[in-house]
Nanobody, 114 residues
Framework: QVQLVESGGGLVQAGGSLRLSCAAS????????MGWYRQAPGKQRELVAT???????NYADSVKGRFTISRDNAKNTVYLQMNSLKPEDTAVYYC????????WGQGTQVTVSS
């Protein structure tokens, strides 16, 4: 099964930007859908953005216009470009892959200070 490793999290001021990366241990060409989810303290994990192997994207309303998901099949990597960050974006961000099974990364912390 594919292994996913996230990176790129950190501490940033409100209004700033971060780019998260999700590196897969195998080719992602055949993975139907990859995405980013997040979980804030005391809250349930929620969808942030997804991208299919055809390049179709979907975003949570709360991040539309600020976040962009993309994939580089040659590098087996999915990215999440996050702009105009807000304190409410603070969470652990998880990479997700859906094929005939579902795989999760270990998560990367994003903290946005006001």
């Amino acid at each position: 099964q594919v292994q996913l490793v996230e990176s790129g999290g950190g501490l940033v001021q409100a209004g700033g930007s971060l780019r998260l990366s999700c590196a897969a241990s195998m080719s992602i060409i055949t993975i139907n859908r990859m995405g980013w989810y997040r979980q804030a303290p005391g809250k349930q994990r929620e969808l942030v953005a997804t991208i299919t192997n055809a390049g179709n994207t979907n975003y949570a309303d709360s991040v539309k216009g600020r976040f962009t998901i993309s994939r580089d099949n040659a590098k087996n990597t999915v990215y999440l470009q996050m702009n105009s960050l807000k304190p409410e974006d603070t969470a652990v961000y998880y990479c997700n892959a859906i094929t005939w099974y579902t795989a999760w990364g270990q998560g990367t912390q994003v903290t946005v200070s006001s």
